[in-house]
């Protein structure tokens, strides 16, 4: 099929690769993510990247004052202007992209993941992102399983 050809066009039976990396493309659009994309772009356009901004924020400020007060060290401090969507836990560096060396952080890991809060570790660190979709009740369960990790340390 040559350039500019509709995706699905069998293009006869005469088959020849395309030049450059379009000879690695493979299967056909994905069609409902598209329209997914659509929907989901529509939604957070109606609710305005300022409110969401100001949502996760807030969120993420409530978890880092919480976590500071357990006594966990909270990449970044204290909350301020500086803060974002997401939240990292433990020493920078201290483990490969996705493992950590700290046995605690790996336990702390362990913790919110047995109690269902989708985090990731990244260089060493827990880390946790919140976007539109999170809310108080996220942050709440969060701290109960870092309240009940603090605990059994």
């Given at each position: 099929v040559g350039a500019g050809a509709h995706e699905a066009?069998?293009?006869?039976?005469?088959?020849?690769?395309?030049?450059?990396?379009?000879?690695?493309?493979?299967?056909?659009?994905?069609?409902?993510?598209?329209?997914?994309?659509?929907r989901s772009l529509a939604l957070l356009e109606a609710v305005g990247t300022r409110v969401i901004e100001d949502h996760v924020?807030?969120?993420?400020?409530?978890?880092?004052?919480?976590?500071?007060?357990?006594?966990?060290?909270?990449?970044g401090g204290p909350p301020g202007p500086h803060t974002g969507s997401i939240v990292c836990?433990?020493?920078?560096?201290?483990?490969?992209?996705?493992?950590?060396?700290?046995?605690?952080?790996?336990?702390?890991s362990a913790r919110l993941a047995g109690g269902g809060v989708a985090h990731t570790i990244r260089r060493g660190m827990v880390r946790m992102a919140f976007h539109l979709y999170?809310?108080?009740?996220?942050?709440d369960r969060a701290l109960e399983l870092a309240r009940e990790h603090a605990r059994s340390a």
């Open positions: 066009a069998l293009g006869g039976l005469d088959y020849r690769l395309m030049p450059g990396a379009r000879r690695f493309d493979l299967g056909n659009c994905n069609f409902p993510a598209v329209v997914v994309a659509e924020v807030r969120l993420a400020t409530r978890i880092k004052q919480g976590l500071l007060a357990l006594g966990l060290p909270v990449a836990v433990g020493t920078p560096g201290a483990g490969g992209h996705d493992s950590t060396d700290d046995p605690a952080i790996a336990a702390l999170n809310d108080d009740t996220d942050v």
